[in-house]
């Protein structure tokens, strides 16, 4: 991928883009058997699943710099200065062509960039995700509600000049501190989700709610632990930080082609973001999952409550729900934790399908779970040009 911003120094956040792809391909393969090394090598490597090396990013998350006639959307220098990153090869074609439609919005309502240094100013950042059907959601993050009454005077205008975006919002964040979105999130069509089809599953996300930045290697994660899954099937599962509930919707259900000794899974998806529990729930609604179940609550807390339901307080997030038999976890970067981990140990659960976005601390959980083997490994390019990757384990215990 070749890439004029990094060429002239404006923009280094791509730290492999000097290396060719198959050559960070295979660092990204050593590091994780590095990581996982003699004592949790899996029985089976499966081919690293990657994708296009450019084009691949659904999300673009953009400063807003510049001035009103002149806006930048892109990143800030170390001046706190617009840098304009509109052609960035990392996103998809559909966000590239909307980015200078939505420069030229920011100038029509008369959107104020945010100036970091001088702590003034409106507009601080556009969010924008293309699903794979085309549809836009756009999100502006707002200072105030202050350019507000601006904003939805010019969004017909936007809603013509950019006939593929679905959903529109603001969001609001008021501090001044390093963060890319508030809590507050005024949606100002009558859309309020945009559909990502996945195969089979549409995921429906609201616009605080998360999503793989690469939907092709998204799809190939889901579908690798779908077929895990198919094979062990078990009659419960549980999706720990399950996001929007890409993995607890693919699993609902036994794969085309397959047989299953059961009429259905029980499925209980828990995570912590209400706005990604109320996604899930209604992708689960639309395709009828009647026997998926999802729980705005804590992984950990539902867990190690789950296993005290004897004593657990009546309506209680874990009352009366028995330990599956299989759990997928999908943990931030920080990994699942020692109690977590030392829940899972303790526990009668089986089988565990481990999605780690960090590999150090997918070896840490590993070594704090030690009555369990690594029956299969396989990484995820989900971020080429960049030393991130995904890995899924599936663990068996002895």
């Given at each position: 991928?070749?890439?004029?911003?990094?060429?002239?120094?404006?923009?280094?956040?791509?730290?492999?883009?000097?290396?060719?792809?198959?050559?960070?391909?295979?660092?990204?393969?050593?590091?994780?058997?590095?990581?996982?090394?003699?004592?949790?090598?899996?029985?089976?490597?499966?081919?690293?699943?990657?994708?296009?090396?450019?084009?691949?990013?659904?999300?673009?998350?953009?400063?807003?710099?510049?001035?009103?006639?002149?806006?930048?959307?892109?990143?800030?220098?170390?001046?706190?200065?617009?840098?304009?990153?509109?052609?960035?090869?990392?996103?998809?074609?559909?966000?590239?062509?909307?980015?200078?439609?939505?420069?030229?919005?920011?100038?029509?309502?008369?959107?104020?960039?945010y100036d970091v240094p001088k702590r003034r100013g409106e507009a601080k950042y556009v969010h924008v995700t293309e699903s794979p059907s085309?549809?836009?959601?756009?999100?502006?993050?707002?200072?105030?509600?202050?350019?507000?009454?601006?904003?939805?005077?010019?969004?017909?205008?936007?809603?013509?000049?950019?006939?593929?975006?679905?959903?529109?919002?603001?969001?609001?964040?008021?501090?001044?501190?390093?963060?890319?979105?508030?809590?507050?999130?005024?949606?100002?069509?009558?859309?309020?989700?945009?559909?990502?089809?996945?195969?089979?599953?549409?995921?429906?996300?609201?616009?605080?709610?998360?999503?793989?930045?690469?939907?092709?290697?998204?799809?190939?994660?889901?579908?690798?632990?779908?077929?895990?899954?198919?094979?062990?099937?078990?009659?419960?599962?549980?999706?720990?930080?399950?996001?929007?509930?890409?993995?607890?919707?693919?699993?609902?259900?036994?794969?085309?082609?397959?047989?299953?000794?059961?009429?259905?899974?029980?499925?209980?998806?828990?995570?912590?973001?209400?706005?990604?529990?109320?996604?899930?729930?209604?992708?689960?609604?639309?395709?009828?999952?009647?026997?998926?179940?999802?729980?705005?609550?804590?992984?950990?807390?539902?867990?190690?409550?789950?296993?005290?339901?004897?004593?657990?307080?009546?309506?209680?997030?874990?009352?009366?729900?028995?330990?599956?038999?299989?759990?997928?976890?999908?943990?931030?970067?920080?990994?699942?934790?020692?109690?977590?981990?030392?829940?899972?140990?303790?526990?009668?659960?089986?089988?565990?399908?481990?999605?780690?976005?960090?590999?150090?601390?997918?070896?840490?959980?590993?070594?704090?779970?030690?009555?369990?083997?690594?029956?299969?490994?396989?990484?995820?390019?989900?971020?080429?040009?960049?030393?991130?990757?995904?890995?899924?384990?599936?663990?068996?215990?002895?």
């Open positions: 991928m070749q890439c004029d911003y990094f060429d002239a120094g404006l923009c280094r956040s791509c730290t492999l883009l000097d290396r060719p792809y198959p050559v960070q391909v295979a660092e990204k393969e050593v590091r994780v058997r590095d990581l996982l090394g003699e004592r949790h090598a899996p029985a089976a490597w499966l081919p690293t699943l990657t994708g296009p090396e450019s084009g691949f990013r659904n999300k673009a998350k953009m400063v807003v710099g510049g001035t009103i006639d002149e806006p930048t959307l892109g990143i800030l220098d170390g001046r706190g200065q617009g840098v304009d990153l509109r052609g960035c090869g990392l996103h998809t074609t559909g966000i590239q062509e909307a980015l200078p439609t939505l420069a030229a919005f920011v100038t029509r309502a008369r959107l104020l960039p085309g549809e836009l959601m756009v999100r502006f993050v707002l200072r105030s509600e202050q350019a507000l009454p601006r904003l939805r005077a010019e969004l017909p205008w936007l809603l013509e000049a950019l006939p593929r975006v679905a959903v529109v919002s603001v969001n609001l964040l008021p501090e001044h501190k390093a963060v890319l979105e508030g809590t507050d999130e005024i949606v100002l069509t009558d859309r309020e989700t945009l559909t990502m089809q996945l195969g089979e599953v549409d995921l429906e996300l609201r616009p605080q709610s998360f999503f793989q930045t690469n939907t092709a290697i998204a799809a190939g994660l889901y579908a690798q632990a779908a077929e895990w899954v198919d094979a062990i099937d078990p009659a419960t599962v549980w999706d720990l930080y399950c996001g929007v509930g890409g993995f607890a919707l693919h699993v609902a259900r036994p794969g085309a082609g397959r047989t299953s000794r059961h009429a259905h899974r029980e499925v209980v998806g828990i995570e912590t973001s209400e706005e990604a529990v109320a996604s899930a729930r209604g992708s689960a609604r639309r395709a009828g999952l009647e026997h998926v179940r999802f729980a705005a609550y804590d992984a950990t807390r539902f867990a190690t409550t789950a296993a005290a339901s004897a004593s657990a307080e009546p309506g209680s997030a874990g009352a009366g729900t028995a330990p599956p038999e299989l759990v997928i976890v999908n943990p931030p970067r920080r990994g699942i934790g020692a109690t977590l981990a030392g829940w899972l140990e303790g526990s009668d659960v089986e089988h565990v399908v481990y999605s780690s976005c960090n590999p150090v601390t997918l070896a840490s959980d590993l070594d704090a779970m030690p009555s369990f083997d690594v029956v299969a490994a396989r990484v995820f390019d989900m971020f080429p040009q960049t030393p991130h990757l995904e890995a899924m384990a599936l663990l068996r215990r002895r």
